[in-house]
């Protein structure tokens, strides 16, 4: 019997072979369905670290990121994303007399959108990109974001005066807003159907100096994730 086209796009459909179920692709047609669509959609989730070259000093933080991704096809293709980054980090400031307080912590949370693409990992890439298949494991992935980073940072501030003429200090966290982007590279493992692992590697520019740089300086970031697809 010839096999007649749905009016869906590219499905995952697990087939039963001597025991075993193995992924296989159906064509797909023009018209996309609400199912196809959400068939594309992931939830990226990454740990890492985030590093701020300074003068004379490297600042290590804990990094963190989740976002919702739409892409093309599972592995391969174009690709969309909104994404919410948080780290910290700890600073050291220079002596300042009347207190022992000499170091701080700053916290940024990062809100950015952009678009990439993944290219397979394959000995034929162009018959790859006729015809996308879900069995090519190894992607390696280029993203460009852009959008604004909230800036939390504890500064040493003074309180007041006292009779004898000498200043006291407290805690101080100043918060602002400044306009950022960052590109990244990501080297992909499709586990199986839903799931995959990655590795990435990036770099963060804010363009407004935060109260703790001397100059313009961007974040490095190192980080591994998961991708959960939502079908």
Not at 163 to 168: I, L, M, V
Not at 189 to 202: D, E, F, K
Not at 209 to 215: A, D, L
Request: glycine share 8%; proline share 4%; with cysteine.
């Amino acid at each position: 019997m010839a096999h007649t086209q749905t009016q869906s796009q590219w499905r995952d459909t697990a087939v039963e072979i001597s025991g075993e179920w193995e992924l296989r692709r159906i064509e797909p047609a023009k018209k996309m369905d609400i199912a196809g669509i959400l068939n594309n959609f992931t939830i990226p989730f990454e740990i890492g670290c985030v590093y701020t070259p300074q003068v004379g000093k490297t600042r290590p933080g804990f990094y963190t990121r989740t976002g919702v991704e739409y892409r093309s096809y599972k592995t391969i293709g174009w690709c969309v994303a909104g994404e919410f980054d948080a780290y910290t980090r700890s600073y050291k400031k220079e002596d300042i007399s009347n207190t022992n307080i000499t170091q701080g912590r700053d916290w940024t949370i990062d809100l950015l959108v952009g678009g990439g693409y993944r290219f397979p990992l394959v000995k034929d890439f162009k018959e790859q990109l006729k015809r996308p298949e879900y069995n090519n494991k190894w992607t390696l992935g280029f993203m460009l974001y852009a959008g604004a980073s909230n800036l939390s940072v504890e500064k040493v501030a003074p309180a007041q005066t006292n009779d004898k003429g000498e200043t006291t200090y407290h805690i101080d966290v100043k918060k602002t807003w400044v306009p950022s982007a960052k590109v990244t590279c990501s080297l992909e493992y499709s586990v199986c159907y839903g799931i995959s692992i990655y590795t990435t590697i990036g770099y963060l520019q804010h363009f407004t100096k935060s109260p703790t740089q001397n100059n313009l300086v961007g974040d490095l970031i190192n980080s591994f994730g998961l991708a959960f697809f939502f079908r």
